[in-house]
């Protein structure tokens, strides 16, 4: 089955720690995203790449770091500098070119909370 | 800059009504715009899309929207509402060109009473 699958389901971090959230895609898609949502703000972006080895900030990138060595991942790191790490992560793909580009395809997101 | 307001954090209806929930977006370019269904502790599913030509679109589940320009209004509806319809609703927006970004409203919790 084609799709986006993020790990853990449940995260547990402990003050001062970093913790690195999974994010795996096989439907060949170009762009990857994470998003961060807490209950009654909707999802706000983190970061974005839109090609291998190149990524971009969002709106909310403070305290947080990414890589995108491979096509089909995208991992996100949240470091000890977000001081508010507490919420539901998602991550995100789509075609990133065509008529296509722009749908959003989203996995089943990584719950963060601190210890 | 696009941004999306959605009208009501908190909707509910009865089993069998009208569903209707309300999307405004500001964008300085035509938009391409969505709506998601998110069910608790999961991921977002994609509703419908607008990206060009018909202004009605049809998506699952038996939902339609209508895009209307002149009131940069992305309304979503379903004529009658299921128990299985309860969920959050979130509508985006995005411009044909650039970085593909989606800006999302602050969503909408549809409730069902039976």
């Known amino acids: 089955d084609g799709g986006i699958t993020q790990s853990p389901k449940y995260l547990f971090r402990k003050e001062g720690q970093n913790v690195t959230l999974s994010c795996e895609q096989n439907l060949n898609h170009d762009a990857m995203y994470w998003y961060r949502q807490d209950p009654g703000q909707g999802l706000r972006l983190i970061y974005y790449s839109q090609i291998v080895n190149d990524f971009q900030k969002g709106d909310i990138a403070e305290g947080y770091s990414v890589s995108r060595e491979k096509k089909e991942s995208f991992p996100l790191t949240v470091t000890s500098a977000q001081k508010n790490p507490t919420a539901f992560y998602l991550c995100?793909?789509?075609?990133?070119?065509?008529?296509?580009?722009?749908?959003?395809?989203f996995g089943a997101g990584t719950r963060l909370s601190v210890l | 800059a696009q941004s999306v307001t959605q009208l009501g954090s908190h909707v509910s209806v009865s089993e069998g009504a009208l569903v209707l929930l309300r999307c405004n977006y500001s964008?300085?370019?035509?938009?391409?715009l969505f709506w998601y269904v998110q069910y608790p502790n999961q991921g977002l599913q994609l509703l419908l899309k607008y990206t060009t030509g018909a202004t009605l679109v049809k998506g699952i589940n038996g939902f339609e929207a209508e895009f209307k320009k002149s009131e940069t209004s992305f309304h979503l509806t379903k004529p009658s509402a299921h128990m299985s319809d309860a969920a959050e609703y979130f509508c985006?927006?995005?411009?044909?060109?650039?970085?593909?970004?989606?800006?999302f409203g602050q969503g909408t919790r549809l409730t069902i009473n039976p």
């Open positions: 995100a793909s789509s075609m990133g070119r065509g008529l296509a580009k722009n749908i959003q395809y």
């Open positions: 985006a927006v995005s411009v044909p060109s650039g970085a593909q970004k989606l800006v």
């Open positions: 964008s300085s370019v035509p938009p391409y």
